[in-house]
């Protein structure tokens, strides 16, 4: 199996009811970790796993922490977004990503995954800029809404 589309991940909407994740303070941490086309990520998904995690120059396994755009309510659609994110000096080849969260269950470090993002191929960068450009912060485009 493989990365082969975007999805929220059913654990992810379990802990929510939970109250196991905050996206309006500074108290939760998001992190982007990517990963090559050997990946088995999907809705599934419960954790983040280093198997198949991208390994190459410039990136730390891991990967890098998000900044949360917030939260709101419009139209009856509540949303959360991350600001752009970009990994410098780097050679690598990703399929795709998990967001995961490190700090649920009351502060503890865990990694708890929140959602898979299909890239819809392989994607590179060579000694350069590698960017996850995030949607905009709009009830029709932000990366998480609740109907």
Known sequence: MAITTNAICNSFKKELLQGKHDFDTSS??????????????????????????????????????????????????????????????????????????????????????VCVLDFGGDKTATAGTFTIQFPAFTTSAAILRLT
Do not use: H, P
């Open 28 to 113: 939760d941490t998001y992190k982007l970790a990517m990963y090559t086309s050997s990946a088995t990520l999907g809705k599934s998904t419960e954790n983040y796993t280093t198997s198949n995690e991208v390994s190459s120059s410039g990136y730390t396994a891991g990967g890098k922490a998000l900044v949360n755009q917030g939260v709101k309510v419009s139209s009856s659609v509540a949303i959360t977004d991350f600001a752009d994110l970009s990994f410098t000096g780097v050679t690598l080849t990703a399929r795709g990503a998990l967001i995961y969260n490190t700090t649920t269950d009351g502060g503890s470090n865990t990694t708890d995954a």
